[in-house]
């Protein structure tokens, strides 16, 4: 047995206990901006920049702001992990800290292995104390398939609050992005986030948050963006997100 089966047999008995977890209870919250893809490169080290802001009419729903910041690295070609600070404005409110969050990915297909590219997204939500929030569990399948000149990625997550704190429910979530690699400084593309409300009593359609925008990535030296604008498709979304990623890799 090589040393990736060994780590798909061990990986699918973790997922397996999560799942078990994760369905004891949970709630969502704000809405994601990155799409991950299951590809990792061992040795990379990269610092990253996270943000979005809203924009709407209603005043309870404009001007949102999320922005983290992290620091990741690839510790092998299937293993790796980020660390990273966020800070939250609430429509009306200041910009505070709110969390610390530690994220680790694994890829279990390559492309060209299967039919699809296959990994695997968990993150642990260390909420701040000045908030009184509950700490939140996300994990869920990264799937990503290259169909001609370009590349379809979604990512399925799960949330599961965790603490005295906690909301029920198991929330669910979307991540969609089809992406044209017309070169590598501009790959534009489209991306769908969503948000269904808990697995066991989905929100009415009204009440779902769903969004859909353009996009645009890019790498320019070590330098890469992802940077679009999303509308919102229900009553319950803003009108707009503008959203941001930025991520400079550091060669040691």
Partial sequence: MDRRSGFRRVAGRAIFVLAAVALQASAVEAAAIKVYSPKIEQGETEIEYQGYRTFDSDSTKDHEQVHKVGLGYGITDWWAV??????????????????????????????GEAFVSLGLLVEYELADDRHA?????????????????????????FERQVGANRAGGVGFTYRLQERWRFHPHFEPGIEAFGNLGPIDNFNSPNRQEHMIGPVAHGKIGELSYDVGYLFGATGATADGTLKAILEYEIEF
């Fill in 82 to 111: 980020e660390v990273k600070g966020s800070w939250k404005r609430d429509p009306g409110g200041s910009t505070d800290f709110n969390a610390t969050e530690f994220e680790t990915r694994f890829e279990f297909v390559e492309e």
């Fill in 133 to 157: 929030g509950a700490d939140e569990l996300k994990f869920g399948p990264l799937v990503s398939k290259e169909i001609g000149n370009t590349t379809a990625t979604a990512n399925i997550i």
